[in-house]
């Protein structure tokens, strides 16, 4: 048994929604997915204001489950009868997602929690074993440094930056303003090449 709250509501699964008091690993399985949903959509998936909110957004999206889905979501301490939405299929909402991520989706997105895969199960999925895999982590790019630049030490440097150009990096004007993102947009500072 865990802590309801725990969890943020952007990412709490339908049966915490409905007060379930008993459940296992499903429900870190459904916020993986919420979560894995966020980064394809790049924006949150299922951003709820209120549980009641929440669970009609899910259901909005991913359509609102009948008793032939999840058998025993009418014993849920909070259950209550929804508007019943068809959903959207996931390819229409990850269009640019493979078939083999979709189908990851779709396991961690069950609404019956004993029908949503496990960890290890995902882990098995076609997605995860397709060619390119994984880079090693000796192969990973490692950082120059780790030496962290104090504060000071970086107000310097953006001191020079400003000399370089003919500025005054000394004057109460730039003084005032070294921590005003806008003096620095109207300043010709080197940019990247693109």
Same mark, same amino acid.
């Given at each position: %048994?865990?802590m309801?709250?725990?969890?943020?509501?952007?990412?709490? !699964?339908?049966e #915490?929604?409905?007060?379930?008091?008993?459940?296992?690993?499903?429900?870190?399985m459904w916020?993986?997915?919420?979560?894995l949903?966020?980064? #394809?959509?790049?924006v949150?998936?299922? +951003?709820?204001?209120?549980?009641?909110?929440? #669970?009609?957004?899910?259901?909005q999206?991913?359509g609102?489950?009948?008793?032939?889905?999840?058998?025993?979501?009418?014993?849920?301490?909070?259950?209550?009868e929804?508007?019943?939405? $068809?959903?959207?299929?996931l390819?229409?909402?990850?269009?640019?997602?493979?078939?083999? #991520?979709?189908?990851?989706?779709?396991?961690?997105?069950?609404m019956?929690?004993?029908?949503?895969?496990?960890?290890?199960?995902?882990?098995? %999925?076609?997605?995860?074993?397709n060619?390119?895999? +994984?880079? +090693?982590?000796?192969q990973?790019?490692r $950082?120059?440094?780790?030496?962290?630049?104090?504060?000071?030490?970086?107000? %310097?440097?953006?001191?020079?930056?400003?000399?370089?150009?003919?500025?005054?990096?000394?004057?109460d004007? !730039?003084?005032?303003n070294?921590?005003?993102?806008?003096?620095?947009?109207? %300043?010709?500072?080197p940019?990247?090449?693109?």
């Amino acid at each position: %048994m865990f802590m309801r709250r725990k969890i943020r509501g952007w990412y709490r !699964c339908p049966e #915490l929604l409905f007060g379930a008091r008993q459940y296992g690993t499903g429900v870190d399985m459904w916020a993986v997915g919420c979560i894995l949903a966020e980064l #394809l959509l790049r924006v949150p998936f299922l +951003p709820g204001e209120s549980d009641l909110d929440q #669970l009609s957004r899910i259901f909005q999206v991913l359509g609102t489950p009948t008793e032939k889905d999840w058998p025993k979501i009418k014993a849920l301490p909070d259950f209550i009868e929804f508007k019943s939405f $068809p959903g959207t299929p996931l390819k229409e909402i990850f269009i640019a997602a493979s078939d083999d #991520l979709l189908d990851v989706l779709a396991e961690m997105l069950k609404m019956d929690p004993i029908q949503r895969c496990t960890s290890t199960e995902a882990l098995k %999925m076609e997605y995860f074993s397709n060619k390119p895999g +994984p880079t +090693p982590g000796t192969q990973l790019p490692r $950082p120059n440094s780790n030496k962290i630049v104090p504060q000071k030490e970086e107000n %310097m440097s953006l001191k020079r930056k400003i000399q370089a150009q003919g500025g005054d990096a000394g004057s109460d004007h !730039c003084r005032k303003n070294l921590h005003n993102p806008r003096f620095f947009s109207a %300043m010709s500072l080197p940019s990247c090449p693109e």
